[in-house]
């Protein structure tokens, strides 16, 4: 039962035009989502994320927007760099209805060409 | 401020064996947990502790895989014995609070069962 959806493995943009990583969820009663961001050989780092009661979250070149009536959220990076050349995985948590722990998603890769 | 620190780093055993991951996680953070993350895949909990109690084991396979976080602080993930299905990095994280809003993960290590 894959509660996080990540539908695309992989994503390539050129540098300094925009990269949109998607999630999808299956979960109405998840609360707080985030996106990881993993290197090769080393964990996954935290990024960006967003609470339910918002539909919008920007930190930087990061927007993550939220669409609670799709399950829906997405991960916008404007403009992309080579160095955001990663793994990112969205999660989601129940918050504190729960234990709180994340449910990750499978993962999408992005390469940003130079 | 030190990062989660784990080891080893690489890890290969042959199936029926014994193996044993160990996780510092940061200071005065209060909750830690074991995720496996299988190749192509997102990180799955294994284990959630709250300080040296556990909060959350549902998806740990109790009858290979045990864990402990002795004094609230260090922790070990031993399995054993060891499956080919158990291939995997298995990643450290923790968190100041009892949620999972942000964790922060060791580099993980990765086990490789021949």
């Known amino acids: 039962d894959q509660q996080v959806k990540q539908n695309s493995p992989s994503l390539s943009v050129q540098e300094g035009r925009i990269s949109i990583l998607n999630c999808d969820y299956t979960?109405?009663?998840?609360?707080?989502f985030l996106w990881y961001k993993k290197y090769p050989a080393e964990g996954p780092t935290f990024l960006i994320s967003?609470?339910?009661?918002?539909d919008k979250n920007e930190d930087g070149r990061f927007t993550v927007f939220l669409n609670k009536s799709a399950k829906h959220l997405s991960l916008h990076i404007v403009p992309s760099q080579p160095g955001d050349s990663a793994v990112y995985f969205c999660?989601?948590?129940?918050?504190?209805?729960?234990?709180?722990?994340?449910?990750f998603g499978q993962g999408t890769t992005l390469q940003v060409k130079p | 401020e030190a990062g989660v620190a784990q080891s080893p780093r690489y890890k290969i055993i042959e199936k029926r064996q014994s193996v044993a991951f160990w996780c510092n996680p940061i200071?005065?953070?209060?909750?830690l947990y074991w995720y496996q993350q299988i190749l192509g895949q997102g990180p799955k909990l294994l284990i959630q502790?709250?300080?040296?109690?556990?909060?959350?084991d549902s998806q740990l396979p109790k009858d290979r895989f045990s864990a402990e976080r002795l004094k609230g602080v260090d922790s070990t993930l031993k399995i054993q014995p060891a499956k080919l299905e158990d291939s995997a990095v298995y990643l450290c994280?923790?968190?100041?609070?009892?949620?999972?809003?942000?964790?922060?993960f060791g580099s993980g290590t990765q086990l490789s069962v021949l």
């Open positions: 994280a923790s968190s100041k609070g009892a949620w999972g809003e942000k964790l922060f």
């Open positions: 979960n109405s009663m998840f609360d707080y």
């Open positions: 967003i609470s339910s009661i918002k």
């Open positions: 999660a989601a948590s129940l918050g504190s209805s729960n234990t709180g722990k994340l449910i």
């Open positions: 200071s005065g953070h209060a909750t």
């Open positions: 502790f709250q300080n040296n109690g556990v909060v959350d």
